[in-house]
């Protein structure tokens, strides 16, 4: 970190300042240019607090050298993350499509979809039990009875399963019964629920908030790593943007973006991205082709009649088309790599 002083600062200032600074246990540098003063801080500065440096009257600016996240950084850590899903690896080469229903409808729908995904060569089974809708009056989610039903799916396919955490009170229902508990986009910056799924043991599926930068996502999965779990996979699943035609605009520079700046895995989905069934295999091609770990796309066997994002669900026989056009693309990327 660097702090700049104000042209004139008198030395006898500049050095308190710099004595603060050493006896939080950092090294302090201090060049005197033509006028004005720098503080070079040497340490772990990730908990100090800019803006409160800032408020000393005789600081002119604050900069960070180095980003503020430590344990997601590729800089500290530069082999690649691989997250292990209950046997199932995701990151460092290994690439895993999810699929499954937006919500869990009833045991016959989720089982039903769980075989023909995992025939077409899906290793994992999503499906949302609590669901966070726009509209209060929009179906909820089945709650705890939908993770149970899950877990039959899981019992006849052998497939782990991925499902939404929406509040922290579910934190002991999740470790017992998902493998991938996913934090949803509009929970990413919920930091008491961040807090809580970094103690559980279970890998977390941390999606990008609808409006969040890149920094602002690895920090929230920094959270969950300073709390003591380390295994996260990031899902870029779009942003808001101007354009309405699509749900969200899906930012596939996110893979390479993310590959630079962190070792975690980076999944897409390209279902919430697109908002409509006929653009999720474009969108699922182009990004297996840009090399993210992993992909999550809804599939329902009733898309019309489906509880929530029917519009955007894949029909079990068109999922299974999607994915042979993404293997023959993850061949090719081997070829590459
Ligand atoms: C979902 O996966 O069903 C979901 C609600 O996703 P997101 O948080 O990305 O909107
Ligand atoms: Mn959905």
Same mark, same amino acid.
Not at 57 to 63: A, L
Not at 130 to 143: A, D, E, I, L, V
Not at 195 to 206: A, C, D, N, Q, T
Not at 277 to 302: F, K, S
């Given at each position: 970190?660097?702090?700049?002083?104000?042209?004139?600062?008198?030395?006898?200032?500049?050095?308190?300042?710099?004595?603060?600074?050493?006896?939080?246990?950092?090294? @302090?540098?201090?060049?005197?240019?033509?006028?004005?003063?720098?503080?070079?801080?040497?340490?772990?500065?990730?908990?100090?607090?800019?803006?409160?440096?800032?408020?000393?009257?005789?600081?002119? #600016?604050?900069?960070? *050298?180095?980003?503020?996240y430590?344990k997601a950084?590729?800089?500290?850590?530069?082999?690649?993350? @691989?997250?292990? @899903?209950?046997? *199932?690896?995701?990151?460092?080469?290994?690439?895993?499509?999810?699929?499954?229903?937006?919500?869990?409808?009833?045991?016959?729908?989720?089982?039903?979809?769980?075989?023909?995904?995992?025939?077409?060569?899906?290793?994992?089974?999503?499906?949302?039990?609590?669901?966070? #809708?726009?509209?209060?009056?929009?179906?909820?989610?089945?709650?705890?009875?939908?993770?149970?039903?899950?877990?039959?799916?899981?019992?006849?396919?052998?497939?782990?399963?991925?499902?939404?955490?929406?509040?922290?009170?579910?934190?002991?229902?999740?470790?017992?019964?998902?493998?991938? @508990?996913?934090?949803?986009?509009?929970?990413?910056?919920?930091?008491?629920?961040?807090?809580?799924?970094?103690?559980?043991?279970?890998?977390?599926?941390?999606?990008?908030?609808?409006?969040?930068?890149?920094?602002?996502?690895i920090?929230?999965a920094e959270?969950?790593?300073?709390?003591?779990?380390?295994?996260?996979?990031?899902?870029?699943?779009?942003? #808001?943007?101007?354009?309405?035609?699509?749900?969200?605009?899906?930012?596939?520079?996110?893979?390479?973006?993310?590959?630079?700046?962190s070792?975690?895995?980076?999944?897409?989905?390209?279902?919430?991205?697109?908002?409509?069934?006929?653009?999720?295999?474009?969108?699922?091609?182009?990004?297996?082709?840009?090399?993210?770990?992993?992909?999550?796309?809804?599939?329902?066997?009733?898309?019309?009649?489906?509880?929530?994002?029917?519009?955007?669900?894949?029909?079990?026989?068109?999922?299974?088309?999607?994915?042979?056009?993404?293997?023959?693309?993850?061949?090719?990327?081997?070829?590459?790599?």
């Amino acid at each position: 970190m660097v702090v700049i002083m104000k042209p004139g600062t008198q030395k006898q200032d500049i050095e308190a300042l710099a004595q603060k600074f050493e006896s939080q246990g950092l090294r @302090v540098g201090i060049t005197n240019g033509v006028g004005c003063s720098i503080l070079g801080l040497v340490g772990d500065t990730t908990a100090l607090d800019m803006d409160k440096i800032a408020i000393d009257p005789h600081v002119e #600016r604050v900069m960070r *050298v180095q980003e503020p996240y430590k344990k997601a950084n590729r800089k500290f850590h530069p082999e690649d993350t @691989v997250v292990d @899903v209950n046997g *199932v690896k995701v990151g460092g080469g290994n690439f895993a499509v999810i699929a499954g229903p937006c919500s869990v409808e009833s045991a016959e729908q989720v089982t039903g979809i769980a075989r023909d995904v995992k025939a077409s060569g899906a290793k994992m089974l999503r499906g949302g039990a609590f669901k966070p #809708r726009t509209s209060p009056y929009s179906f909820q989610g089945m709650g705890e009875e939908g993770l149970d039903l899950l877990l039959e799916a899981k019992k006849a396919t052998g497939l782990p399963i991925v499902s939404e955490i929406m509040a922290p009170r579910y934190a002991e229902v999740f470790e017992e019964k998902v493998d991938l @508990v996913q934090v949803g986009a509009r929970n990413m910056q919920n930091f008491d629920l961040l807090k809580e799924v970094g103690k559980l043991s279970k890998p977390i599926l941390l999606k990008r908030g609808l409006a969040n930068t890149y920094e602002e996502w690895i920090m929230s999965a920094e959270y969950i790593m300073a709390a003591g779990n380390e295994n996260v996979i990031l899902c870029e699943r779009g942003i #808001r943007t101007f354009e309405t035609y699509t749900r969200n605009t899906l930012d596939l520079s996110a893979i390479p973006a993310i590959r630079k700046m962190s070792h975690l895995p980076i999944i897409v989905d390209p279902s919430h991205a697109a908002g409509m069934y006929w653009m999720v295999e474009p969108l699922a091609i182009a990004a297996t082709a840009i090399g993210c770990d992993g992909l999550i796309i809804e599939v329902h066997n009733d898309p019309p009649h489906a509880k929530c994002d029917g519009q955007q669900s894949l029909t079990p026989e068109h999922f299974d088309q999607v994915m042979k056009k993404v293997e023959s693309l993850r061949a090719w990327r081997n070829t590459m790599d």
